[in-house]
T-cell receptor, first 112, second 110 residues
Framework: ETGVTQSPTHLIKTRGQQVTLRCSSQ?????VSWYQQALGQGPQFIFQ???????GRGNFPPRFSGLQFPNYSSELNVNALELDDSALYLC???????????FGSGTRLTVV | KQEVTQIPAALSVPEGENLVLNCSFT??????LQWFRQDPGKGLTSLLL?????REQTSGRLNASLDKSSGRSTLYIAASQPGDSATYLC?????????FGQGTRLTINP
């Protein structure tokens, strides 16, 4: 059973640029969620995807967008990067959005 | 709006001690509660999942309890070891998302 894998592990971008983060869900899981974790804070919910549709969104602006593919993998896109977007971005997968979440190792994004 | 609080924010104890980490939440309408461990700069590792109908779960030296009516959960770690040093996060699951506390940073001193 493969776990959740995220790529890349680290990324440095310039303010105003766009970034795409990728996530492969755990085998057998059909739901993917994305979280943002600032330094010293708990993760904050960005959005969830189920059956390729957005199925819940946290308090994040529209420049945060995502996709889920037929194989349940997912992308997080952030446009017009701001310095405050610097954080650890975590992807989690689950079965039907319940029964416990499995997290990936995260992508560390630094915006300069 | 669900809010999750973890106390204490940081804890430092000598090796071998038994310890308790606390988690409280404001809305008892949860599907389940999950405890995670996070090493510095890393992702989250699931430790224990307690379904809303359950009172506790055990895995090795870890035991987690859930009292939905009072909005509380505790994580008990027996015979602590230096390798247990990490940040421990509590998360409650509502519709479509997990709501996390800010974590307890645990240091076990040899």
């Amino acid at each position: 059973e493969t776990g959740v894998t995220q790529s890349p592990t680290h990324l440095i971008k310039t303010r105003g640029q766009q970034v795409t983060l990728r996530c492969s869900s755990q085998s057998g899981h059909n739901t993917v969620s994305w979280y943002q974790q600032a330094l010293g804070q708990g993760p904050q919910f960005i959005f969830q995807y189920y059956r390729e549709e957005e199925n819940g969104r946290g308090n994040f602006p529209p420049r945060f967008s995502g996709l889920q593919f037929p194989n349940y993998s997912s992308e997080l896109n952030v446009n017009a990067l701001e310095l405050d977007d610097s954080a650890l971005y975590l992807c989690a997968s689950s079965l039907d959005g319940g029964g416990g979440y499995t997290f990936g190792s995260g992508t560390r994004l630094t915006v300069v | 709006k669900q809010e999750v609080t973890q106390i204490p924010a940081a804890l430092s104890v000598p090796e071998g001690e038994n310890l308790v980490l606390n988690c409280s939440f404001t809305d008892s309408a949860i599907y389940n509660l999950q405890w995670f461990r996070q090493d510095p700069g890393k992702g989250l590792t699931s430790l224990l999942l307690i379904q809303s109908s359950q009172r506790e779960q055990t895995s090795g030296r870890l035991n987690a309890s859930l009292d939905k009516s009072s909005g509380r959960s505790t994580l008990y770690i027996a015979a602590s070891q230096p390798g247990d040093s990490a940040t421990y996060l509590c998360a409650v699951q509502g519709a479509q998302k997990l709501v996390f506390g800010q974590g307890t940073r645990l240091t076990i001193n040899p």
